[in-house]
């Protein structure tokens, strides 16, 4: 057992914790409040390689672990959720998916530039009957010969009018149930695309949530990922891996709710001492940093299962589900210590109380996650 | 034991850095001064120099290199060593200057180098002296395994004390420029104070919302003979020039009296003001750090107690 | 062209600094290191003029004397943008024992600019590069804003002494930076940290000339009372009691 991070993970954390102090930090209430998308920080991320972090070089990727990836989302999202999950989306959904499973030419043609974060890509999974029950598809490709021809409406989906490369996952054929689902690459200006208004959302409002309208969309056949019928098994392999990122984010965001808490703790006065000296608040910091510490641990010990290829789905449901009920709680908290302060945005705490609530809902909801380990846990996969 | 104290002069003026020096060597046991002012003076600085002066002080009045050439300097002052002999300590005032000449002196005396020393020696032999570490977080004593010192004096050690014991008279020698260099423009951009030199500094910070608000702000540091400067956001932005920035990336400041106007108190804004005399702060926010650095303090709106304080130093002088 | 950059290893500048129970030593448990602030901009700088003048510049070279414990910020250094780094094994003690290791090593391994920081963030001692200059017989530049290149010629910025100048000037240069010179420090790419793992590091034996100076003792900042409040409705009085009481204006 070695607790011991790298000297290259440490400076990935820096480098990360540095923009995002110096660089996130001053616009990020403008950006939440007036929903605004923040493409120059996309940008400047990418320059830096954070949007295709752990992709390996040979595609123009950072070829970071992912141990320093989830230091990396957790520094981001101490400061701002909205670009967090951007990062996230690209990284460990898109691109780990096309690395993972697409054919040589689709990395070649499609992952470089998502890689390169030049371009940006979404995940089009959820819809508008089907969220956490993924496999009831509605939305459609037909075979047709050389082509599919897609139809159907996809919901919240980030990224969704920013990106030029699509994940999308259809059924083809609606008998074999989850079996018959594809998973397509589209691009975002092919006709018969449409993208809804931006979601005016509780938290996180800056990043682009969309519903995507596709109408007879022609979707070459060279564009499926993996084997007819392997949709539906691409999406829940690829939303493990991504719910290591997300459950880092929840890290991320109640570790800052934890540090701006603790700094106002130390500040602020009532009763003739700084009410950090009240025990009640002190307590309240302890637990908090406890909650944080174990999240973290959670969150770190998923990823090195992924980066020692062993198996690690239920090891990143537990991550998620922990850290995102922790960030709930822990921002609460911290919204708690801040009094009357916290419940203005100036404080930032209250945003991040509202960044926290989307934790426990996307890729895969709290709920889902029980229903992930406890199966897991009846079929004697882990140990009690 | 003989002691070398050196200047420039600036706008025909000697900096008040220089007195320091002329005392602090002065108050030293068995010291002999000797001092060196390279540059023009104007008239009633001369008389300035009988009044703080000590020992012999030479002047050396010539007009001075446009631009900083450091060959130049050390010339001046090894050909002042070789026709009065080498000192066996060096004190120099605060200046911009004497930071750069002091390391360099130094190795031509093969002296040991102390830079902002902040007290009289602690001991003479071997030579231990007090100066700040860490940017003004801690204090560290050190001692010399030299015989010869060079010490470059933090602005503010001590107040000039009038001797009126000087002997002042010309010197001349034979100037050696540095070659190959080329001035391609010069500017003065900084008000007829240095920063680094001004006896009262009014400073703004983030909080004063905007360059269109640093009208009371100037009108008070006018009142009372003082400089502006301010925080580096403040010149980052863009909202001041950027030689006004104080602090640990900026100018190291010293002056008897540092007003600073809506500025939280950041670690790094305080390790270039520690050195100051009298810290006031005004800020809206009772908890803002800069208020634990401060020797006195108004909780308040900057933009209502500036302009009270303007009437009231104007009322005063 | 050949450019290099002397880095100084020091705490974070959000440190606390204490002593050690000896009280002669400052406690270094759990510091982080970082490259020194102006070190860090001189570098970033060093990196932009090689981006600017495709094909001028042959490599930047970081050196440091330092500890081992150093080579993190060195590798920080490579992975920010610099080619190779240099360590010369010596925890030195004051500026001269630093200036006379780096002046031995450009003795050896000459290089046309060379930028030193115009203090470092730990002892302050605001020396280094000025000894340099004078040990290794090469001109010094100090005060040094902004430095460009216009064919073969190097155009500094420099302000100094309330002067602001703009000089033209031929290498080799110690050019001692301060504020302007970059305006903020380069972060690490991930291509940059990739990249950083095959770049070379090599660690030089010390000349070992022997400090001048040496700190036998810390003393903490004696404390200071609280500050005086006078109320916002009354705020006049603050004049009159700078005047009156405080007698500084
Ligand atoms: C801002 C935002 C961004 C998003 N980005 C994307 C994206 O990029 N791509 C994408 O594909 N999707 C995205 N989503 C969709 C997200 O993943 C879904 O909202 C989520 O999976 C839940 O689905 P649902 O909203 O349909 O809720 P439902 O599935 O309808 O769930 C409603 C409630 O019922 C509970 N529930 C459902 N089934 C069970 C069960 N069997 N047992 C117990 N409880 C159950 C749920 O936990 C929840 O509490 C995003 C959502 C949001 C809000
Ligand atoms: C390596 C490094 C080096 C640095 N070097 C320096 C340096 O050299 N110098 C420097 O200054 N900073 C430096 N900084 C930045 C420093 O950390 C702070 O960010 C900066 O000093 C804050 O500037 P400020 O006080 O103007 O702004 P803020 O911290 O934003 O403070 C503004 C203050 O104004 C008050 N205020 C607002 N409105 C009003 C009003 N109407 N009336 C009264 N008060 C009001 C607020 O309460 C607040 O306290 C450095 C940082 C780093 C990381």
Same mark, same amino acid.
């Given at each position: ?31 939440? $409040? ?169 938290? &996180? ?35 493990? =891996? ?25 500040? !602020? ?10 025990? @009640? ?71 991040? &109380? ?12 709290? $709920? ?17 | ?14 900096? +008040? ?15 002999? /001064? ?19 002066? !000590? ?5 050396? %009045? ?49 002296? =040991? #180098? ?24 801690? /204090? ?14 933090? @602005? ?9 014991? =000087?002997?002042?008279?010309? *010197? ?39 360059? $269109? ?25 863009? *909202? ?78 | ?7 100084? %290893? ?25 490259? %020194? ?31 081992? #414990? ?58 280094? =590069? ?10 010094? &530049? ?16 420099? $302000? /100094?002494?309330? &002067?602001?100048? +703009? ?23 991930? !291509? ?46 603050? /004049? ?10």
């Amino acid at each position: 057992m070695d607790f011991q991070f790298t000297e290259e993970q440490l400076m990935i954390k820096q480098a990360a914790r540095d923009y995002a102090q110096r660089e996130l930090w001053s616009d990020v209430i403008e950006r939440d $409040e007036k929903a605004i998308y923040p493409e120059k920080h996309v940008k400047a991320l990418a320059e830096l390689g954070f949007m295709g972090m752990m992709v390996s070089p040979e595609y123009d990727g950072g070829g970071m672990d992912t141990i320093s990836y989830v230091l990396a989302m957790e520094e981001i999202s101490k400061v701002d959720s909205s670009v967090s999950v951007i990062m996230s989306v690209n990284n460990s959904l898109v691109c780990w998916g096309l690395e993972a499973f697409g054919t040589e030419e689709q990395k070649q043609k499609y992952l470089r530039p998502l890689a390169r974060g030049e371009k940006i890509g979404a995940f089009l999974l959820s819809e508008p009957e089907a969220g956490s029950d993924a496999t009831s598809q509605h939305t459609t490709a037909v075979d047709m010969g050389d082509y599919y021809l897609l139809n159907g409406t996809k919901n919240w989906i980030t990224n969704g009018n920013t990106a030029s490369t699509y994940l999308v996952i259809a059924q083809t054929y609606p008998e074999k149930g989850h079996k018959g689902i594809n998973a397509l690459i589209v691009e975002r200006h092919w006709e018969g695309i449409s993208v809804g208004p931006h979601e005016n959302k509780m938290g &996180m409002r800056s990043s682009d949530t969309h519903s995507v309208m596709f109408t007879d969309v022609k979707v070459p056949k060279e564009n499926r990922i993996g084997e007819e019928g392997f949709g539906f098994k691409f999406a829940m392999q690829t939303l493990d =891996g991504g719910r290591i990122g997300i459950a880092a984010q929840a890290v991320g965001i109640a570790a800052g709710a934890l540090e701006l808490a603790l700094k106002y703790a130390k500040e !602020r006065k009532a009763f003739g001492t700084e009410i950090i000296n009240h025990q @009640a608040i002190a307590f309240k910091l302890a637990d908090m940093a406890v909650k944080v510490e174990n999240a973290r641990n959670l969150v770190l010990k998923a990823a090195w299962l992924k980066d020692q290829h062993k198996p690690y789905g239920v090891a990143s449901a537990m991550a998620k589900l922990y850290a995102a009920d922790i960030a709930m709680q822990v921002t609460t908290e911290a919204v708690q210590i801040h009094g009357g302060y916290g419940y203005v945005k100036e404080y930032h705490v209250e945003r991040l &109380m509202r960044e926290a609530k989307l934790t426990q809902i996307y890729e895969g909801t709290s $709920e889902v996650q029980h229903i992930v380990i406890s199966r897991a846990l009846a079929k004697g996969e882990l140990l009690p | 034991m003989k002691t070398f104290v050196f200047t420039t002069t600036r706008d025909n003026k000697v900096p +008040r850095s220089f007195f320091e020096a002329l005392t602090y060597g002065g108050s030293l046991e068995g010291s002999e /001064i000797i001092a060196l002012v390279a540059g023009p003076l104007s008239q009633d600085q001369e008389t300035e120099m009988q009044k703080f002066g !000590r020992g012999q002080i030479f002047h050396f %009045n010539q007009a001075l290199p446009q631009w900083y050439d450091t060959f130049y300097y050390l010339h001046l002052i090894q050909s002042f060593f070789d026709e009065k002999g080498e000192p066996d300590l060096v004190v120099l005032g605060a200046s911009e200057i004497n930071q750069v000449l002091g390391p360099q002196i130094a190795l031509k005396l093969s002296a =040991g #180098y102390v830079a902002r020393v902040i007290s009289l020696p602690i001991q003479q032999a071997p030579w231990r002296v007090k100066r700040y570490a860490y940017s003004g977080k801690i /204090i560290s004593h050190v001692e010399l395994k030299t015989e010869k010192a060079v010490f470059l004096l933090s @602005a503010n050690v001590l107040s000039p004390i009038e001797l009126g014991a =000087g002997n002042f008279e010309l *010197w001349n020698a034979l100037p050696a420029k540095g070659e190959g260099v080329e001035v391609l423009e010069i500017k003065r951009p900084e008000s007829k104070q240095l920063l680094t030199e001004a006896r009262i500094i009014v400073s703004g910070g983030r909080g004063m919302r905007g360059p $269109e608000y640093w009208k009371p702000l100037e009108e008070l540091a006018e009142a009372l003979g003082g400089a502006t400067a301010c925080s580096r956001p403040v010149s980052d932005e863009g *909202w001041r020039p950027h030689h006004e920035h104080v602090g640990q990336t900026g100018k190291i400041v010293a002056p008897d009296l540092y007003i600073a106007c809506g500025i939280s108190g950041a670690i790094q804004h305080l390790a270039g003001i520690s050195g100051s005399r009298v810290i006031v702060a005004i800020n809206k926010d009772p908890e803002a750090p800069i208020f634990q650095a401060a020797h006195y303090g108004i909780v308040g709106d900057v933009h209502k107690v500036l302009p009270v304080l303007v009437e009231a130093a104007r009322r005063l002088k | 062209m050949k450019i290099a950059v002397c880095i100084s %290893n020091v705490p974070d500048t959000t440190t606390r600094i204490k002593t050690d129970a000896s009280g002669q030593k400052i406690d270094l448990s759990g510091v982080q290191w970082i490259l %020194n602030p102006w070190d860090e901009l001189a570098l970033t700088r060093a990196i932009e003029l090689k981006e600017q003048n495709v094909g001028m510049i042959d490599e930047i070279v970081v050196v440091m004397v330092a500890p081992s #414990y150093g080579e993190a910020t060195l590798r920080k250094a490579l992975a920010v943008g610099a080619d190779r780094a240099i360590r010369i094994d010596n925890d030195p003690a004051d500026s001269y024992e630093a200036a006379f290791e780096l002046a031995s090593y450009f003795a050896d391994q000459p290089a046309d600019l060379i930028f030193t920081g115009i203090e470092s963030a730990d002892f302050n001692g605001s020396a280094t =590069g000025a000894m340099l200059s004078l040990l290794a017989g090469i001109r010094f &530049m100090p005060g040094v804003s902004g430095v460009f290149l216009e064919g073969g010629q190097t155009i500094v910025h420099q $302000e /100094i002494n309330g &002067m602001s100048l +703009r000089l033209k000037v031929s290498p080799p240069l110690i050019l001692n930076v301060q504020k302007g010179i970059a305006i903020v420090p380069r972060i690490p790419a991930m !291509r940059g940290i990739m990249a950083a793992r095959t770049k070379p590091l090599t660690v030089l034996s010390p000349k070992k000339a022997g400090a001048c100076a040496q700190v036998i003792a810390y003393e903490s900042l004696p404390p200071k009372a609280a500050a005086k409040m006078i109320e916002e409705d009354n705020a006049a009085m603050l /004049i009159e009691v700078l005047h009156n009481e405080a007698k500084v204006i």
